[in-house]
């Protein structure tokens, strides 16, 4: 136990500590996307396994050719609107419930990306291409600023998306179809949309982190909606705690990037712990299911048919002390006392 | 003008679910018209309001407005003729969503939606306004989720909604049955109220045969998918609840049977 304390060393944490924080960066531009779909559409897509894989076979490739940075980053953002058309023409137009639609276009994705790389993984040459995102320990720095400010820009447009006649379109497909198509919203064109804007943002995010890290894996996605929606899910309760009652919009699309940023602050800290790299994906998936529980636990608490029994137990008790003492007290004002022996009991059992 | 032409709509054709829940309707609605309609528990109400609304296609038949044929549009492209209020008070409007942004959807029924803002600051002051008439203390509320509302202000916000774009017929489907009494009342002297003012052609399930009675010119009694009854102006401010039971009787050979509607006689 010793030998493995001292085996920990805090400066290798401070050391892969910015490389967290980039990395964060980068899958946040995913969560937003994961947001899209996940939460505005309501709608479990399956796709982003795929198109962040696509994102980046795609990146690898055009900067293997010798194509600009920015112009790769826009290939894969396109890429990723083609992903999410496909997903959501299978489901809107041929009627294949959403899991499974997603589930289609990313194994379809799988073949593609092997297409696309000639192989299940290709490295860029270090410093033989210009990119703008680097792990380069030398521009990491660098690298964080500009993911920063892709962050902002892309939280801004967001923002403004949603907030426009579509997105408010899409955002009211997302909570209640029906009531939409009695407004005249085109639900199915909302969702082909939306999955499109989703994957689109999570094929970039791939395309930067294979810029990133200087290959692209046709594994590289997977899994990847698990830890979108972990940053979601870590976002949210996060950005609950911090801003409460004033929680607006564009406070909780930043705390999805946040999400991100923390999930990986977790990552590197629990890897620092030497905790096996091949087990993060358990790791990843537990924290989820917890974090996916704690609202449902919370609403139990207050409203489940075991916690009323809990609760009745309480009140009989508080009834049965009532009754003893108010044996001989008929009139209305015992009725207060009454009420008031009940709170006071009720928290003695407390 | 709404016309209604000889619509048929069967569910679960060939199978042993198999239901004929419209045979061969017609009607013809006059614009300005107020027309209620009562029946029996399944006798195909709400089915002849997703007929019109098209929430699915017809086996057959045609649906006119103004004297052109919308059977073939879907329920989306069909919207900016229809207004309309469920009878779940769920259902009409989206609870994730501010008041404003659920008006502001509404406003912009039939509308292409772009990509200028979903809900400006002018249009809130107009908004305001409108839900200041009816008198539920909304108009204070409109940034509030609509899901924090309660089934009574949700249906009167609803009605608003779907009239606020003057539909060509305004489409009301039980829209009190899941309200207490008075609120329920509250919401049908509002629905009388706008009707009137704006000289809406209105269709009006209930189940309440008094409310069928009191509201509107014209009545209708739906009985497994056909029209069995139909009555309107002078003749139908005379009706009581007892010459509708036994009109019911008279024409189907049985007792009326719903169980909502035996409650309010
Ligand atoms: N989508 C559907 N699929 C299958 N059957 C349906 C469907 N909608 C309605 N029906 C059937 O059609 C018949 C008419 O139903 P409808 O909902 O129109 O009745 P209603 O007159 O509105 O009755 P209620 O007073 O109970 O609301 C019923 O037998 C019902 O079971
Ligand atoms: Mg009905």
């Known amino acids: ?350 | 003008m709404l016309e209604l032409r000889h619509i048929y709509k069967t569910f679960n054709p060939g199978t042993i679910n198999e239901k004929k829940a419209l045979v061969d309707v017609n009607l013809t609605l006059e614009d300005g018209d107020f027309c209620t309609v009562i029946g029996g528990n399944g006798a195909g109400k709400s089915t002849i309001m997703n007929a019109i609304a098209g929430v699915w296609p017809l086996d057959s038949g045609m649906i006119l407005v103004d004297g052109v044929d919308i059977s073939g549009l879907s329920e989306y492209q069909r919207a900016p003729f229809f207004g309309r209020v469920f009878q779940d008070p769920m259902t009409g409007t989206a609870a994730d969503m501010q008041i404003d942004e659920n008006m502001a959807l509404a406003a912009r029924r039939g509308q292409k939606r772009g990509f200028r803002w979903g809900c400006t600051a002018r249009e809130r002051q107009t908004y305001r306004a409108m839900l200041s008439r009816l008198d539920l203390g909304l108009e204070d509320r409109l940034t509030a989720k609509v899901g924090l509302l309660s089934g009574g202000q949700r249906q009167a916000l609803t009605l608003i909604m779907a009239t606020m774009k003057k539909p060509k017929v305004l489409l009301l489907d039980e829209h009190t049955a899941a309200l207490d009494p008075k609120t329920a009342s509250k919401v049908l002297q509002a629905t009388d109220q706008i009707v009137t003012e704006n000289n809406l052609t209105t269709l009006m399930v209930t189940h309440n045969m008094r409310d069928a009675i009191a509201h509107g010119n014209r009545l209708i009694m739906l009985d497994s998918g056909h029209i069995i009854y139909d009555v309107r102006g002078e003749e139908k401010k005379k009706l009581t609840v007892e010459d509708l039971l036994k009109k019911f009787e008279e024409v189907s050979g049985g007792a009326f049977a719903n169980d909502r509607m035996i409650l309010s006689k």
Do not use: C
């Not at chain 1, 994906?281 to 924290?287: E, G, N, P, Q």
């Open chain 1, 1 to 350: 136990m010793a030998a493995y304390f001292a085996s920990l060393n805090p400066v290798a944490l401070w050391n892969a500590a910015p490389g967290g924080i980039a990395q964060g960066l980068i899958w946040g531009i995913m969560a937003l996307g994961v947001y899209m779909t996940f939460r505005i559409l309501n709608f479990a897509d399956m796709t982003v396994d795929g198109s962040f894989a696509l994102g980046g076979a795609i990146a690898v490739m055009l900067m293997l050719k010798g194509v600009n940075p920015e112009i790769v980053l826009v290939v894969s953002f396109l890429a990723g609107l083609g992903a999410g058309f496909i997903t959501g023409f299978l489901h809107t137009m041929l009627g294949i419930p959403d899991i499974l639609a997603g589930i289609l276009t990313q194994i379809s994705l799988y073949s593609i990306n092997l297409n696309i790389m000639g192989k299940a993984n290709q490295a860029v040459p270090v410093g033989q291409v210009r990119v703008f995102f680097t792990s380069n320990i030398r521009y990491l720095g660098q690298t964080i600023a500009l993911t920063l400010v892709v962050d902002v820009i892309l939280i801004a447009i967001f923002y403004w998306f949603l907030g426009t006649e579509n997105g408010s379109a899409i955002r009211a497909t997302g909570i209640n179809a029906h009531m939409s198509r009695a407004q005249g919203i085109n639900t199915n064109r909302m969702k082909v949309e939306a999955l499109m804007v989703g994957n689109a943002l999570v094929s970039l995010s791939g395309g930067i982190l294979a810029e990133y890290q200087g290959f692209a894996d046709v594994k590289m996605g997977q899994g990847s909606i698990v830890i979108g929606l972990a940053a979601v899910i870590i976002g949210e309760v996060l950005a609950q705690l911090v801003a409460g009652k004033r929680l607006n919009f564009i406070l909780r699309l930043s705390f999805t990037v946040i999400g991100a940023i923390v999930y990986y602050m977790v990552y590197v800290f629990v890897l620092w712990l030497k905790f096996p790299a091949d087990d993060m994906k358990l790791l990843t998936a537990i924290v989820v299911a917890i974090f996916l529980a704690v609202p449902y636990f919370q609403e139990q608490k207050t409203s489940s048919f075991h916690g009323l029994k809990r609760r009745n137990a309480k009140l009989r008790e508080a009834m049965r002390k009532a009754a003893e003492g108010d044996d001989v007290i008929n009139d209305t004002a015992a009725e207060d006392e009454r009420q008031e022996q009940t709170t006071e009991t009720g928290k003695e059992a407390d």
